[in-house]
């Protein structure tokens, strides 16, 4: 689905989904790593970076990726959007998916790994897997039912979304977001679930009660990206 226009297109790094456009709604995961992508991830993707490496990331992500995500205080506002681009402080990806994303591109995104020199791939998935997510865990809610957010979950999410090390139960159009790659905070569940995605997940608003919508969004939160 290439709806973007070229100029955006040439800059953005992560694709939108969870997503959720990356995340929450149908299609953030769609993009199909390379085979490059999947061989790499256990050589190359590591949990903790060096602080020299995340420096030299925040560089390479200024200057490619900046223009459509978000990430820490640095907030982008791109002048034409459809789906929802993801804002890094909102969403934790794992470095293998990182690198997928930069290499194989997405449902709104384009490859940029010919566009890097040599070590900024590397560098930027340092900076992204270790800079993201820090809004995560503001928005948990004690309140909310996890037991009933997994009901919720197989029963309106399951048919899209992986999780759990539980596929998708469905063959959608636009594969959902995978919560094995990627954790999204409960704000931007609750936002995607509500609002839905224009072609690409149905709004559940009026569907769902908002215990319901709360429930599914602290399981997601919990659970996804372990």
């Known amino acids: 689905m290439e709806r973007w226009q070229h100029a955006v297109r040439t800059t953005c790094l992560v694709a939108a989904c969870l997503a959720l456009g990356l995340v929450a709604g149908c299609g953030g995961s769609s993009g199909k790593a390379t085979t490059s992508a999947r061989s790499h991830t256990t050589t190359t993707a590591r949990p903790a970076f060096s602080a020299a490496l995340v420096a030299s990331g925040e560089r390479v992500f200024a200057k490619h990726c900046s223009t459509c995500h978000s990430i820490g205080d640095k907030f982008s506002r791109p002048a034409f959007v459809e789906s929802p681009i993801p804002n890094f402080n909102t969403v934790k990806p794992k470095p293998e998916y ?37 809004d995560i865990e503001a928005g948990r809610d004690p309140s909310a039912s996890v037991t009933l957010g997994e009901q919720v979950f197989k029963g309106h999410c399951q048919a899209c979304h992986w999780i759990a090390g539980r596929p998708s139960t469905g063959r959608p159009e636009f594969p959902g977001t995978r919560f094995e790659e990627v954790r999204p905070s409960a704000a931007l569940v609750i936002r995607q679930v509500r609002r839905g995605i224009e072609e690409e997940m ?22 996804a990206g372990r």
């Open 202 to 223: 149905p709004s559940f608003k009026g569907k769902l009660t908002d215990a319901q919508i709360r429930a599914v969004a602290q399981y997601v939160t919990q659970t």
């Open 98 to 134: 990182i690198r997928a994303r930069v290499e194989a591109g997405g449902i709104d995104m384009p490859t940029i790994v010919n566009e890097l020199r040599d070590g900024e791939l590397q560098a930027v998935v340092a900076f992204v897997a270790a800079t993201s997510g820090r």
